[in-house]
């Protein structure tokens, strides 16, 4: 008999049943948006790849204008302008200088650039340097920003707008990424209809399997929808056996009748090893976790709140697992609006609304009767009491978590 | 001529010279994650849509319970079991009960439920039931979720994998969202040449094209290329004249060169209206902003991580103005991992790396000399200190923007 285990016991369990599956594929950098990186990223080249200047001016010998100031500038020879995008092959002989953009290159033998406030063209061939320059001034020299063999991302790192303009940046326009998960969606129960059906007394529509699927799109997942199964044991065992095949992952959102609830467990039992009957939190302590080789299957409470808050809490990280993904995700600190209370020997979790109020983040929980709705329409986030508290008062300090 | 704005200027600039485009499209629910509500939502129904129980249990009459106990049970005729998605049309009459699950429908003349923990079958067709019942306990009530005209998701939202869930239980499987913006890029320089190219000397990649892209596909806006425009102000007139003609808004990012910034801004006069001239944060000042009727033209600094911080903290703004989106970007809190001076009369823009530290979050500064590879890779967020602050100390205790 498997007992019912805390949250970090469920996630260590993650870590140690799970591996990460090292496949790869490469995608176009248009396409890499949301990807997870496969492997390290190193440069193949130097950025810039060729000296710069960081400021409009003029690049000259530092040593040139030593000693000069406002009052005794000095008198350099101005002998051209280097222009954007090409390269700087003018000849600067000493006590001379060379009109450079930001950005620009800097020619063979200058070894900083001053900055052009500090400057006066006197428009007769010579530039009067107000302020001595000093070697490596106002430069940025070649692989300042990169050089080959520098690890520019790191395997795991899910792929941010930024981390594309760096790719871009090196040339790297094709990236190794993880294959998005097929995780397979199934959702049980005989009083479950689909969205776009009326329901007739005693029926529900089914939230999960529409709910489930965004989250997983959103996480970056590819949601294999197999629809309602009602609560026979026979036909759930076919479809949960047909989704793995043919995914790396299953979730089933079980009815709310104890006989699904066993079903799900014993087909978890036939089709694997079942490692798990029960988190301690609430909701959502009805859950269960098998595998089947590398291949998860999750049963998932029926209620939409607690399939959901499960979700995020642990079948996420545990695709994050197989994925090798660089966990990303950190709590906002908020003000508790209200009090809330908890007193249930498990953690408890309950959906807020976070607004910002006297310039300070407020977190308003949503409260209800087991109203699915209501927990999660509009819903910012939530927030989680640990086991051994029994409540919070008012205002509060708590940690909310994005959604 | 037009002053530098400080940030809270600019977004009252946006507030007051831009409104909401008052567009309407319907997407199927598969397709409505992360748009944006056109309108509020409204239920039509009631969820439940009957009377339910909240327990697996019997359904009774409470009155045929008072005064019962362990010692002296309430006996009750057992006269059927609600079966979960049937409606309840057994007779029940007074002393008796019907077994009902966890979501059963709870048959006419019962008022409550009473879990099955408290009770007790007789195997002879009786119950006893060991702790009184009381009127409405454990039950969900038609319309306690929802009820006809109850407002589930407001103008705005952007929807999140809960609010889908929400919209299926009502049975809303389509979604009155805004059409995605249409927002073209144009990159702006002479040195630029596409990131599959190799560069010569002077040349460099262009990183903005990607990076703007890939920030506004996130976003949820639909990014149209326009290229690389070399540093010609008729052939860059030309360009952002057919990018308007096409797009809801533009941005343009522009070279280094001063000649490319003042083209810049004379095209957005032509075009348009040019509204503000520089922002005083560091890096990011060179930004202008223009209006072509509703339309904004944007110039975002040349260099990546200004262009990014820039668009960030002011475009992404301006177009969820255009669609009236809701914000939800709340920073997390962290503490500063080493000191960071500022000292330049403008706010100043920093990224940073997140990680966790005994139990922490710890924010590193990424300190670079104008490098904008190390500005962006692997960056996690970013962090602002004010105008009038000449830096932070190590431990301080900073909001980090994620991004």
Redesign the interface.
């Known amino acids: 008999m498997l007992e019912v285990k805390t949250p970090e016991e469920v996630l260590r369990l993650i870590e140690t049943e799970f591996r990460t599956l090292e496949r790869t594929e490469n995608v176009r ?2 396409e890499a ?2 990807r997870v990186l496969a492997e390290d990223i190193r ?1 193949a080249e130097y ?4 000296d710069r200047s ?1 400021v ?1 001016g003029y690049a000259l010998r530092a040593k040139d204008t030593f000693g000069c100031s406002d009052a005794v500038p000095a008198i350099l020879k101005l002998v051209g302008e ?7 092959e003018i000849q600067v002989p000493e006590d001379a200088c060379v009109y450079v ?5 800097i020619p063979p033998g200058c070894d900083c650039a001053v900055m052009i406030e500090y400057t006066e063209d006197y428009g007769d061939g010579t530039v009067g340097i107000l302020k001595p320059g000093a070697p490596g001034m106002n430069l ?1 020299f070649r692989g ?3 050089f080959p063999g520098k690890t ?3 395997a795991g ?1 899910v792929l ?12 790297i ?1 094709e990236a190794p990424v993880r294959p998005r998960l097929r995780v397979g969606v199934i959702s049980t ?4 209809i689909p ?21 997983l ?2 996480f970056g997942a590819e949601p294999v929808q197999y629809g309602i199964v009602a ?1 026979d044991e026979a036909l759930l065992r076919e479809k949960a056996a047909a989704a793995l095949q043919s995914c790396d992952a299953v979730i089933l959102s079980g ?4 006989g699904v609830k066993d079903a799900a467990s014993r087909i978890i039992s036939d089709l694997g090893e079942l490692l798990l009957h029960g988190i301690a939190v609430k909701p959502g302590k009805p859950t269960i976790l098998g595998r089947a080789g590398n291949k998860p299957l999750i049963g998932l409470p ?1 209620h ?1 709140a607690a399939a ?1 808050f499960v979700a995020k809490l642990f079948a996420l990280p545990l695709l994050a697992r197989l994925e090798g993904r660089e966990e ?1 995700s ?5 003000r508790l609006g209200e009090s809330l209370g908890a007193n249930h020997g498990r953690m408890q979790i309950n ?1 807020c609304r ?1 607004a910002t109020e006297n310039g300070e ?1 407020a977190a308003a929980p949503i409260r ?7 927990q ?5 986030g939530y927030l989680m009491i640990g086991r051994d508290c029994e409540g919070l008062p008012e205002g509060a300090e708590v940690d909310v978590y ?2």
Chains 1, 2 share one sequence.
């Open positions: 950098l248009e948006l949301g440069a950025v810039p790849d060729f960081a409009d280097v222009k954007m995008g090409e390269s700087a953009p930001t950005g620009g290159a940025i300042d920003d990169v520019i991302l790191k790192r941010a707008p930024q981390d594309i303009g760096a790719l871009a940046a090196v040339g326009t129960g005989d009083e479950l969205a776009d059906q009326a329901p007739g007394s005693g029926q529900m529509r089914d939230v999960n399997s529409p709910m489930l699927a965004a989250l799109a959103d609560d009815g709310s009748s104890a029926g939409p959901f990303r950190y709590p906002v600190r908020a959906a976070l983040l209800s009767k087991s109203g699915l709705i209501a999660l329409a509009g819903a910012d994005w959604s």
